[in-house]
Nanobody
Framework: QVQLVESGGGFVQAGGSLRLSCATS????????TAWFRQAPGKEREFVAV????????YYANSVKGRFTISRDNAKTTVYLQMNSLKSEDTAVYYC???????????????????WGQGTQVTVSS
């Protein structure tokens, strides 16, 4: 089992920044890839960013590339999502997720992830 707890969401004006954190516990943190997804009201959950076990590889959705940065601190067993230049369309509940499969590729599919946090709300006003 892996427990993931997101924090750092809130209300921000367009153009502002937020930093989300995902604290994990349970299995060895450095053994699994970790991703951020988001879900807006009435929409499907969508991929945002993923980072490899070692932190050396990352991949982003086109909609956030150049604005968001995913990182991890394996010593603190925490994953971060730095979000800059926020837009109203970034408003959603943000979830972190853990891929326990040991795959070497970075998946963008929700079904690849075995454990999920409860989510943190991000609201961007225009």
């Amino acid at each position: 089992q892996v427990q993931l707890v997101e924090s750092g969401g809130g209300f921000v004006q367009a153009g502002g920044s937020l930093r989300l954190s995902c604290a994990t516990s349970g299995r060895t943190f450095s053994n699994y890839n970790t991703a951020w997804f988001r879900q807006a009201p009435g929409k499907e959950r969508e991929f945002v960013a993923v980072i490899s076990r070692s932190g050396s590889n990352t991949y982003y959705a086109n909609s956030v590339k150049g604005r968001f940065t995913i990182s991890r601190d394996n010593a603190k067993t925490t994953v971060y999502l730095q979000m800059n230049s926020l837009k109203s369309e970034d408003t959603a509940v943000y979830y972190c997720a853990a891929d326990m499969s040991n795959r070497n590729t970075l998946s963008t599919l929700p079904r690849s992830y075995d454990f999920w946090g409860q989510g943190t709300q991000v609201t961007v006003s225009s």
